[in-house]
């Protein structure tokens, strides 16, 4: 049985962990094409707009402490379908896409491919370090909850950027004040949060923010997302009791999000975003931190 544990920086891990083959080949072969976690083969013209807001939302906050211009340089790891990736290709930026498996950006955006290699992260890094490439930004969207070791990950972002650039980090946001608390209540009846062999790490503000401090980042923001769990406190809404609700869940959320970005100013819904994650509610952890 697969146990979690709190680790040296406060977040959480699973005891025993797979090989990197087995998880290479999971990604690689099974993960995109079987529609796994938040992936499809196909999105509504709805949720294409919530990703691209969410994209543009965090490019805004990274947009306050570093200069975005042609000259600027990014590297997507997971790039997934592309959409970051291709988000900062119409900007003019430098770009550069690594991923497992190439099908997901194969199905949405192929013509990135001259700017993406399907490769294995620290094979990839390894072979950057040695020809000293630097990046400005380095985007990790739903990555780092994977990986087998996290702080190996943050060691070669260290020195993958260049001096005051950026990582943005984005994963789920687990053991939350309204996790524990749907739990402890028996609202739920299990951490339906833990996905194995999908995570392998459980992140809190604290746990991530303790990690990179520790490799010499400075936290500039943390922010969090749109509160779906709400839905789990009211029993007609429970997608965890009611798994077949889940989907109209999902499409409710991405029209009050979409709707929220279009209606609000996107200083106080940054505000709104970071009330959430310090209150204890909103479903990701989204932290930009930089190389000092």
Wanted: hydrophobic share 35%.
């Amino acid at each position: 049985m697969i146990k979690i544990i709190k680790n040296k920086f406060g977040y959480y891990s699973v005891s025993e962990l797979p090989s990197n083959q087995f998880l290479s080949d999971y990604y690689k072969n099974k993960y995109y094409q079987n529609e796994s976690g938040s992936y499809s083969i196909n999105y509504s013209e709805d949720e294409l707009k919530y990703f691209n807001n969410k994209i543009e939302l965090k490019f805004k906050i990274i947009e306050n402490v570093l200069t975005i211009n042609e000259n600027s340089s990014i590297l997507d790891v997971g790039c997934g379908e592309g959409f970051a990736l291709n988000f900062f290709y119409n900007k003019g930026c430098k770009i550069k896409g690594i991923d497992f498996s190439r099908f997901a950006l194969e199905q949405f955006n192929p013509h990135l491919f001259p700017y993406f290699e399907e490769t294995d992260f620290y094979d990839f890094a390894e072979r950057e370090i040695t020809k000293g490439s630097k990046y400005d930004i380095i985007w990790l969207k739903h990555v780092l909850e994977h990986v087998l070791d996290p702080e190996r990950v943050i060691d070669y972002f260290n020195k993958l950027l260049n001096f005051g650039g950026i990582v943005c980090i984005e994963v789920p946001n687990d053991f939350s004040k309204s996790q524990e608390f749907l739990v402890n209540e028996g609202i739920v009846e299990e951490k339906y949060w833990v996905c194995y062999p999908d995570h392998l790490n459980y992140f809190n503000e604290f746990g991530l923010s303790n990690l990179l401090t520790s490799k010499n980042f400075k936290i500039i923001d943390s922010i969090s997302d749109f509160p779906i769990e709400w839905n789990l406190f009211n029993p007609v809404t429970n997608y965890v009791h009611k798994k077949e609700i889940g989907p109209i869940v999902h499409k409710s959320r991405i029209i009050l999000e979409n709707k929220i970005y279009e209606w609000s100013d996107k200083e106080d819904l940054v505000g709104f975003y970071r009330f959430l994650l310090k209150s204890g509610f909103g479903r990701e952890l989204i932290t930009f931190a930089q190389k000092v």
